[in-house]
């Protein structure tokens, strides 16, 4: 067995017996550590596509998505949200929910506000993974299409380790009546959104300039309104759900926590004395007896 005990950016606590280094990689039979990433010779992690230094908190290598996130620092480890998401592969942060319909309701919180002021729809790959038996879900970095739209290939981009649990997207603006009667508020037919699920063989969730989050069964053909607290379009044709104005770039979520342990528990029970044997306890009355001869501390 291996434990490993880690500060939050990954740096280990683990300082093996008679050395003065924080850890020793090849003194270390289990090198895969840190987020199950592995540890190398140099001390660095080697994500997939860039390796990691986790007693700065930083990346070595510059990265590969730095113009689309031209915001951060090009060595950012996970966005600096070690707490909320993980880096999957040294390329961004996922923030992690406990369902499918919690990943896209982060999604359309996060999308629909861009999507309509973009006037462009937006579409990503939700996704599982098992962590201790337990499933979590997550989007990928969304794609933005064309008007009326979705970017192609969302079905190929689950990190290494997961697999793929749905897809979702937005339809952008309410323009109905200026792009041949096209519907935003609802997933197109067999033409278009039901088709591509078909074709991923993946459920579906679909975003609506009206607010609503909206869901696809594939096995059923049958289509459901989740939720209506997306934000919405203020020139909607049709009534809007709410008035949730749409905003480019709303705050990140935090996504979903298990609840964290007692530290402490609420009461404290005095511990038990311990049964001394003959020896011990003789040891103990003499250390007794010595301390009540003591003189008295003179004020």
């Given amino acids: 067995m291996d434990r490993n005990d ?11 017996f008679g050395q003065s280094s924080v850890y020793d990689p090849m003194a270390i039979p289990y090198n895969y550590k840190y987020q199950e990433q592995e540890l190398q010779e140099t001390g660095f992690y080697a994500f997939k596509w860039r390796q990691y230094m986790p007693d700065v908190g930083r ?3 510059v990265d590969p998505l730095t113009e689309k996130y031209n915001t951060w620092s090009p060595y950012s480890f996970s966005g600096n949200r070690v707490i909320d998401a993980r880096e999957l592969e040294g390329l961004e942060p996922h923030v992690l929910f406990n369902t499918r319909e919690n990943a896209a309701a982060n999604f359309g919180q996060q999308y629909n506000g861009k999507s309509i002021l973009q006037k462009r ?5 939700i996704y599982v993974r098992v962590v201790d038996g337990k499933k ?3 989007y990928n970095k969304p794609e933005k299409g064309e008007a009326h739209g979705v970017p192609q ?15 979702i997207h937005t339809h952008g603006n309410d323009d109905y009546g200026s792009a041949g009667n096209y519907n935003d508020q609802n997933f197109s037919g067999d033409d278009g959104d039901k088709a591509y699920s078909k074709a991923l063989g993946l459920d579906g969730f679909l975003v609506t300039p009206d607010g609503s989050l909206k869901y696809y069964d ?15 379009d203020p020139n909607n044709e049709t009534p809007r759900n709410n008035n949730i104005n749409p905003v480019d770039n709303p705050p990140p979520s935090i996504g979903d926590y ?8 609420d009461k404290v029970s005095p511990s038990p004395q311990p049964v001394l044997d003959g020896g011990l ?3 103990k009355d003499k250390k007794e007896n010595f301390d009540n001869h003591l003189p008295q501390k003179i004020h």
């Fill in 59 to 61: 990346f070595f290598n």
């Fill in 258 to 265: 298990r609840p964290l342990p007692k530290i402490f528990p």
């Fill in 121 to 125: 729809e937006y579409a990503a790959l």
């Fill in 281 to 283: 306890k003789a040891i």
């Fill in 6 to 16: 880690y500060y939050p950016f990954g740096m280990s606590f683990l300082k093996p």
């Fill in 218 to 232: 594939l096995s059923s053909d049958t289509e459901k309104t989740l939720r209506t607290d997306m934000s919405s």
């Fill in 136 to 138: 979590y879900y997550a």
């Fill in 153 to 167: 290939g969302v079905s190929s981009k689950a990190p290494k380790g997961s697999s793929p649990a749905a897809w």
